[in-house]
């Protein structure tokens, strides 16, 4: 039995079986093309999620007790497998969240690299070793060994936007460190992330280390990050979800990857047609749906003209249509978030705002839209719009950028052009974000450096070694002799 029972109906993994659910209940997925339907998984039940739940903590120990050298191998036989079907699973992932057949094929590739860096790097895992006499009154006679331990059972929850590569970004580094997984994926995406899961299969996962469960939210959200036997919780999504788990998983770890309003700072000694290029890429790939999109940028009005007509140019040469034409700017997920992005491009206007360049609206296929003096009182101006509208506030000078910045609910990342490495540097002590890119797009990669965010936008460090740092605590052995 496979993952795929029919052609359009796919099983989650239970025990390294590929099942519905008792019920026979499913979810439809739509392509974000042309609301055509994917494929549908199975609707589990709570009971049948808390089954999968208890397995997975029943073999945990067995799973912890294996040389961490053949909790490697298995990684490295699952980025294998998993580049044997990078056709197929880019395909699933072009269809069922709008991504070009390229971008798809493009994040298993990555993906497959990010699990053998991981497989990697959990083998230099180590603990600790501390003599007493450090401390007054303490004696050498007194050791402490610090050693690494896994949690236990880790709930991994991935966004649609990266279905495959946000999720191996979690269950790589909780498989290395020796705790098993429940995966939850979001239901768009969902399908892909059961095929990569299938690709872990094929590399001889035990029974129970790694359970998916697909269902609704509203039936098993609040019971999985809950339940008793859950250790640590990842999490990627948006803001509002990711502080509703944190108050709801209350005295475990939690680590959140959440939303964001990266600001590119535009200066009056930038490289226009550098910065030009990097808002573009920065804001607009995948139409705006990522947490790390440039969501506005804030130029010294010297340069404003010059910067926002070179954007435009570029912008008015992206193909705008279906993920299946390969265009740059395709389709968003749904109905619902194109109407979000409507709204707040109607609210700048209405306010004031300049349309520098407006693009269709078709359905949930919006062209890309560039606002001119946008100010605080619009909406743009502060919310997380993730889609492809991007926002140009005019500044005097960096100050300016710095206060408006400090205003910002979210901390992500921040881009700063300039050629003055003096600037930079100061402009970036004085900013509470996790990540500063200096004549750059925001950006989550590359994979193994630290990625962050503070206020609005998480909690937690990830990156493949912070990564498989959180998977881990703490255990201490102290003699005395």
């Known amino acids: 039995m496979t993952v795929r029972q029919a052609e359009n109906l796919f099983y989650t993994l239970l025990n390294n079986k590929w099942m519905g659910s008792g019920s026979g209940e499913t979810i439809q997925i739509y392509s974000p093309d042309d609301n055509e339907v994917v494929g549908e998984v199975p609707a589990l039940s709570q009971e049948e999620v808390a089954a999968a739940i208890q397995k997975t903590a029943d073999v945990q120990e067995t799973w912890e007790a294996k040389e961490i050298h053949e909790r490697s191998a298995l990684l490295h036989r699952w980025a294998e497998e998993l580049e044997k079907m990078t056709d197929e699973i880019g395909e699933m992932i072009h269809k069922e969240v709008g991504k070009t057949f390229a971008a798809g094929k493009s994040e298993v590739e990555r ?4 699990i053998r860096y991981t497989a990697e790097e959990g083998l230099r895992t180590q603990g600790s070793f501390i003599q007493g006499d450090a401390f007054p009154g303490a004696t050498k006679q007194t050791k402490a060994i610090v050693q690494k331990v896994p949690h236990g059972v880790v709930l991994a929850i991935s966004p649609f936007n990266y279905p495959v590569n946000l999720a191996a970004s979690k269950i790589a580094p909780a498989l290395i460190t020796g705790n098993t997984v429940i995966f939850k994926p979001a239901t768009q995406g969902s399908i892909s992330g059961l095929l990569m899961v299938q690709a872990l299969v094929k590399a001889g996962l035990p029974e129970g280390v790694v359970n998916v469960v697909t269902g609704r939210g509203a039936v098993i959200g609040d019971f999985i990050v809950t339940h008793p036997l859950i ?9 509002a979800t990711g502080k509703h788990i944190s108050k709801k998983a209350s005295m475990i770890p939690i680590v959140l990857e959440l939303g964001g309003k990266d600001s590119a700072i535009v200066l009056e000694d930038a490289d226009l047609n550098k910065a030009a290029k990097e808002i573009v890429n920065g804001a607009l790939s995948y139409s705006g749906q990522r947490c790390t999109a440039i969501k506005r940028v804030m130029v010294v009005d010297s340069v404003a003209d010059e910067l926002i007509g070179k954007v435009k140019e570029m912008v008015s040469g ?7 034409e390969d265009a740059s700017v395709t389709p968003m997920i749904d109905q619902k978030s194109a109407d979000f992005v409507t709204n707040l491009i109607e609210d700048a206007r209405n306010k004031g705002a300049t349309v520098v360049l407006e693009g269709i609206k078709e359905k949930n296929l919006l062209g890309p839209t560039l606002l001119d003096h946008v100010t605080e009182e619009m909406e743009i101006a502060w919310k997380e719009q993730f889609g492809p509208v991007l926002p140009f506030m005019r500044i005097e000078n960096e100050r300016e950028a710095i206060a408006l910045e400090k205003r910002n609910q979210y901390g992500l990342q921040v881009s700063v052009f300039t050629n003055n490495l003096e600037n930079a540097f100061s ?4 900013l509470n974000v996790g990540t500063i890119q200096v004549n750059g797009k925001t950006s989550r990669g590359p994979d193994h450096f630290p990625f962050l965010g503070v206020k609005n936008s998480g909690q937690g460090v990830q990156g493949i070694g912070r990564s498989i740092d959180s998977m881990l605590r703490d255990k201490v052995l102290v003699l005395n002799f």
Request: aromatic letters at 4%; a positive charge; proline letters at 0%.
């Open 318 to 324: 992206l193909k705008v249509g279906r993920s299946s």
């Open 427 to 430: 402009i970036s002590d004085k």
């Open 111 to 114: 993906t497959a690299q990010l």
């Open 231 to 239: 250790d640590m919780i990842t999490f990627t999504g948006g803001t």
